[in-house]
């Protein structure tokens, strides 16, 4: 009886002992103090005030860009309006063959398109954004470029400052200014981005195929009565000239870079003429010859695919096929490089083309001609 129990008082005991010991540990535990190695705090809702500030400045200096550059932009039409502007809501863009142009000298010179404002020689009319229409005689055209270059008699007017559309790139923003529709959406001006440079366009009219090549594609809407007007940069300066769309699809314009003209442009504001240097040679680069032909093979320079019979490279020794590789020690690579540098020269001056045939290479002094 006595063993029974001692057994139970050391039972218990142990029991006591147990259950002090788990409430020592449950004690000092909860009094250990974790401290984290990072810093905690509460999440709030909080706005950059100067990124917002920044992004509005730029917001109203771009607004501001855009509305002094909008002073530049003309319309222009191929028939003289009865009112006093060709912008007038009764008129239609077929009725007046409405286009845009660009103001790029005080004394009245218009950069536009070939197909807007007619050839050389050709007269249309241009509307200022006071809205008073001017006659203007065109007095130089490129119909392989699409460009032209109107004079009024005018003075003291707000032209636009000519970029460098060597250096653009693809995804870089770009807007677009012109005259859709009519009156009501003269000015009309869309944003975009450079989607590509140095396109080729396909273009069959009147039973015949042409190439328009080297071209800024843009997906800033370009619509009917867009022609000729100017495709900027967010400095203000013009980089390209709005030409043609694609119709069956939305957001493919396509502009003609502007250091294209430049040379032709300078010549008339300096010397109110432009005696046009004349070499004979049409080429296409190596983006277009996969539309005519799977033979040429190159990765640079252009090919010769016309001689002019006519022209002071007919008896030059030059041939069709040969693919031009420089001028001058310029490298050349399209068209538009080519005729930039031979719009700089003046009939009577000798260039001298470095050509490759297959595997021989040759130089040829050429004697400039006047056009």
Not at 300 to 311: A, F, L, Q, R, T
Request: proline share 3%.
């Amino acid at each position: 009886m006595l063993k029974k129990i001692r057994r139970i008082l050391l039972f218990l005991i142990l029991i006591s002992i147990i259950a002090i010991s788990i409430y020592y540990l449950y004690i000092t535990y909860n009094q250990i103090e974790i401290t984290p190695n990072y810093e905690i705090k509460r999440t709030e809702s909080t706005i950059d005030l100067q990124t917002v500030e920044n992004v509005t400045q730029e917001s109203e200096t771009i607004a501001n860009v855009l509305e002094k550059f909008s002073q530049s932009v003309v319309g222009i039409s191929k028939i003289k309006s009865h009112s006093t502007s060709i912008f007038s809501s009764s008129n239609s863009i077929n009725e007046l063959g409405l286009g845009t142009g660009i103001i790029v000298s005080s004394n009245g010179y218009i950069l536009s398109n070939c197909h807007v404002t007619g050839e050389e020689l050709s007269t249309c009319y241009i509307t200022l954004e006071n809205g008073y229409t001017y006659e203007g005689s065109v007095v130089w055209c490129d119909k392989e470029l699409d460009l032209s270059l109107t004079k009024i008699d005018a003075t003291n007017l707000t032209y636009a400052t000519l970029g460098n559309s060597s250096n653009i790139k693809s995804g870089q923003t770009v807007y677009a200014i012109g005259n859709p529709i009519g009156y009501e959406f003269r000015r009309t001006t869309t944003s975009g981005i450079i989607s590509a440079t140095n396109r080729t366009i396909r273009i069959e009219e009147n039973d015949s195929v042409s190439y328009m090549t080297d071209l800024i594609q843009t997906d800033a809407s370009i619509n009917p009565g867009n022609s000729g007007g100017p495709l900027i940069n967010p400095s203000g300066e013009v980089i390209g000239v709005n030409t043609v769309k694609i119709s069956s699809a939305e957001g493919i314009g396509f502009a003609v870079p502007i250091n294209a003209v430049k040379p032709v442009i300078e010549k008339f504001i300096n010397e109110n003429k432009f005696d046009e240097a004349f070499l004979g040679i049409y080429a296409y680069d190596k983006e277009v010859i996969p539309y005519i032909s799977s033979t040429p093979n190159f990765t640079s320079g252009i090919y010769v695919v016309h001689i002019d019979e006519n022209s002071p490279a007919i008896s030059s020794g030059i041939q069709t096929g040969d693919i031009i590789t420089s001028i001058d020690s310029k490298v050349i690579n399209n068209m538009i490089e080519l005729k930039e540098y031979i719009y700089s020269k003046i009939p009577g001056e000798t260039i001298s083309i470095n050509i490759s045939r297959g595997h021989i290479t040759r130089t040829f002094n050429i004697v400039l001609s006047q056009k």
